[in-house]
């Protein structure tokens, strides 16, 4: 960890793995209450936590709040501290300010806490400056709401001018939420990373598994379902030999899965991967992808393997 991090946001750079919490209450895309239910996503919660994963992902607008609740209930239940962030969505009625901290009050209600450690505007609006909703950020953080504030699905000019909102009130910019995974290596190749890497700012890789594809499980035979199908049914095949490769590397690690591989691969780019879970095998499985890490050179190869999925 560069030495120069503020003190406030070190916590971030602290964490290896987190778990993403958009399929606790999500039917759009990820079929809540068919195949998983409250209780699957609550012992995922609990051996996460058992196993040392106490960062965990969520956002106001999953499953229209559902997914925020439940994460206050397991909170309630389990008395593990865990670390908490949570976004704020840029809905059309929301064009101020003041409704960033209005929306904050409402998470913090449905988590049943006082304050998250990060709040993190969930995507830069196509109407509302970039420097609005900032202000609300600071805010949050000057009330005490907040310990650490982030953005996500921000370029690189959009955070700086994050950057230089929260700068007029001493406050560090602690994270960037960004989609990061062997199939779409963007931010490598726009220098996003980079870029974060030399301002201290925490690259959080949503999506690590690519919304599962990179567990192996998915191929031309067996699809993945709902709307997934149409993001990724183009290139399932193509990416069978990586798929191929990460299984291989996974037995010369001495039985690393798919998925496992996948995520040490984000932590080996100093990235903070949150792969999702819905359930216990799933989420212990994905906290397995900690304390140890994939050699220099199967870092090459699946760069390598990879490096055709993102143009
Ligand atoms: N900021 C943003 O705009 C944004 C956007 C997207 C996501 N995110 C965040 O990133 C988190 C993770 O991203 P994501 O949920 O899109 O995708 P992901 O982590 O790439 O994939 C999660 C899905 O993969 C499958 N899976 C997970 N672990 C598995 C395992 N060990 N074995 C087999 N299957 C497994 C599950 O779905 P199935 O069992 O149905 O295959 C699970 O729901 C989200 O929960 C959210 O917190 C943020």
């Not at 059309?92 to 300010?97: I, M, T």
């Not at 594809?213 to 031309?220: D, H, I, V």
């Not at 996974?250 to 591989?261: M, N, P, Y």
Request: hydrophobic share 40%; glycine share 8%; aromatic share 8%.
């Amino acid at each position: 960890m560069p030495a120069d991090i503020p003190e406030s946001i070190r916590f971030l750079h602290e964490i290896e793995i987190g778990l993403g919490a958009w399929s606790w209450g999500d039917r759009v895309v990820w079929n809540y209450g068919k195949g998983y239910n409250d209780a699957d996503i609550e012992s995922g919660f609990n051996v996460s936590v058992e196993n040392g994963v106490c960062f965990v992902d969520t956002a106001d607008i999953y499953g229209n709040g559902r997914s925020e609740h439940l994460l206050g209930q397991f909170l309630k239940q389990n008395q593990t501290p865990v670390i908490v962030a949570t976004k704020f969505f840029p809905l059309p009625w929301r064009w101020s300010k003041a409704s960033v901290t209005r929306a904050l009050h409402n998470s913090l209600e449905r988590l049943g806490l006082e304050r998250v450690d990060l709040y993190q505007i969930h995507w830069p609006s196509p109407l509302i400056p970039v420097e609005t909703y900032v202000e609300g950020l600071a805010s949050a953080h000057r009330l005490g709401l907040a310990r650490a504030v982030g953005v996500s699905n921000y370029n690189k000019n959009q955070m700086q001018r994050a950057i230089t909102v929260l700068s007029k009130y001493d406050i560090p910019l602690a994270s960037n939420q960004v989609e990061y995974h062997l199939l779409n290596r963007s931010i490598e190749k726009n220098g996003l990373l980079a870029r974060c890497q030399e301002l201290g700012i925490r690259l959080i890789a949503y999506s690590p598994l690519a919304m599962g594809l990179l567990t192996g499980k998915y191929n031309s035979e067996n699809l993945p379902p709902g709307t997934r199908n149409g993001k990724y049914s183009s290139i399932i095949k193509e990416i069978q030999p990586l798929i191929h490769l990460m299984t291989s590397i996974g037995q010369d690690l001495g039985g690393k899965s798919v998925a496992q591989v996948a995520l040490n691969w984000c932590i080996c780019k100093n990235t903070l991967p949150i792969p999702g879970a819905k359930n216990f095998h799933q989420a212990e499985m994905n906290a397995g992808s900690i304390g140890w890490r994939l050699t220099g050179e199967q870092i090459s190869k699946l760069d390598a393997a990879s490096d055709q999925f993102t143009k």
